[in-house]
């Protein structure tokens, strides 16, 4: 979250300067924030495309409603979240169908390690099947999983994104988690525990 | 809970996730997002909150305007009848039927000076000056026609009961009779206003 410091503006004085018609400080808000906005998009949705989408819409609401906007209730960052998930959530309504999770996850998720290769692809492979498992989570337990696990919001500020309160970010959190770790066994995995079960 | 098998995996996803979060650390939205949002500023713009309320005071002063204007013009109005209220349709002698243009200056045509003075906005005196030659008539007088260029004048007859409708007053409503009516109508075909009125009975005569 970037409030602004000695050599740059503070959040609400780029919002009241946008107010007052300046096409600098509004860029200047878009240039800090576009890339939560759109990562925030991108994990939600698992669409390059979409998240494209919903980031312009994004700041495109900004613009309209930046008179509404109050600095003193919340701070910037934590309004943009919300206003991407409320978009998010409206996108995957109307397309549910147009989700395409390769084309989402194939940029980022290259080898990185050229010491091993081969640790490095099954790794990049499991992030891959991670990213995957995060889009199929129902998307109250998927909104928390990213903003607290991906962009490292504190519980506070998710409660405050999401507009529940905090023990409900902690439930959900806890029950995202677990259905993350059920849908990233392995079938063999599985069947050990199931076996070792069984014999207990 | 105390599976040691889940809380590994539960380590070994925190592990997963952070390695994803630091991965997407340098994602940003393409170039062309940003045109595309700063197009929308620019086309958005000029409908800004302060701009809108800019717009409104303007608005609001010329709606203000507007009333005190239309207060006054209905002030105006409606002392108008009481200084001089109508009077029977004014009775004029005209010198001829001939056709002409109203509220055209006299000199810029060769109608006969009577036709063409200009007349006051609402005249109602009777013409004592009026000759034997002159056919009784009625000249109705309308706002002034700013453009007389294109003006042409239709001759109809009609019933004179047909000029009540039309606003006209009739100083004997339930006499019988046709008045020739001289009216004059725009370029547009729309009749601007009746030059003349004149009872065919009494042209007859």
């Known amino acids: 979250m970037v409030t602004g410091g000695a050599a740059e503006p503070a959040d609400a004085d780029l919002v009241e300067r946008a107010r007052d018609g300046d096409r600098d400080a509004f860029e200047a808000i878009y240039c800090r924030y576009q ?24 700041f495109v609401a900004l613009m309209r409603d930046l008179a509404r906007y109050d600095p003193q209730r919340a701070c910037l960052s934590t309004y943009l979240y919300g206003v991407a998930r409320n978009v998010t959530r ?47 989570l129902p998307s109250r337990y998927r909104e928390v999983i990213v903003l607290c696990a991906l962009h490292e919001l504190s519980y506070t500020d998710a409660a405050a994104v999401i507009g529940m309160p905090v023990s409900t970010v902690r439930s959900r959190l806890h029950r995202g988690r677990a259905l993350l770790v059920e ?15 069984c014999l207990a | 809970m105390n599976d040691p098998t889940r809380s590994s995996e539960i380590v070994e996803l925190e592990r997963s996730l952070r390695a994803v979060a630091d991965e997407d650390t340098n994602q940003q939205a393409p170039l062309r997002v940003h045109a595309a949002v700063m197009r ?19 608005a609001a002063l010329v ?3 507007s009333m005190a204007a239309a207060l006054v013009a209905a002030v105006v109005m409606s002392r108008a009848p009481a200084e001089t209220s109508r009077p029977d349709p004014v009775i004029a002698r005209t010198v001829d039927r001939g056709p002409v243009v109203a509220n055209v200056p006299s000199q810029s045509r060769g109608a006969p000076a009577e036709t063409q003075r200009p007349r006051p906005r609402r005249p109602r005196t009777r013409d004592d000056t009026a000759t034997s030659r002159y056919e009784p008539g009625v000249v109705l007088v309308a706002d002034p026609i700013v453009d007389t260029s294109a003006m042409s004048i239709v001759r109809v007859r009609v019933p004179r009961t047909a000029l009540v409708p039309l606003g006209i007053p009739l100083v004997e409503p339930n006499d019988g009779g ?17 030059r003349r009125a004149v009872p065919v009975a009494v042209r007859q005569e």
Do not use: C
């Open chain 2, 40 to 58: 929308t500023w620019d086309v958005v713009q000029p409908f800004a909150p302060h701009r809108r309320r800019r717009l409104r005071t303007v």
């Open chain 1, 183 to 197: 849908r990233l066994r392995s079938p063999q995995a599985e069947h050990s525990r199931m076996v070792a079960r």
């Open chain 1, 35 to 58: 890339a939560i906005v759109y990562r925030f998009a991108r994990s939600m949705t698992g669409s390059v495309t979409l998240a494209e989408d919903v980031t312009q819409e994004v």
């Open chain 1, 90 to 136: 409206a996108r995957l309504r109307r397309e549910p169908r147009s989700v395409n999770l390769d084309d989402a996850f194939s940029n980022g998720s290259e080898p990185s390690s050229l010491d091993d290769p081969s640790a490095a692809l099954t790794r990049s492979q499991d992030l891959i099947r991670l990213r995957k498992a995060i889009v199929s």
């Open chain 2, 63 to 65: 709606a203000i305007g």
């Open chain 2, 178 to 194: 046709s008045v020739d009516l001289e009216i004059l109508v725009g370029e547009d075909g729309v009749a601007r206003t009746i």
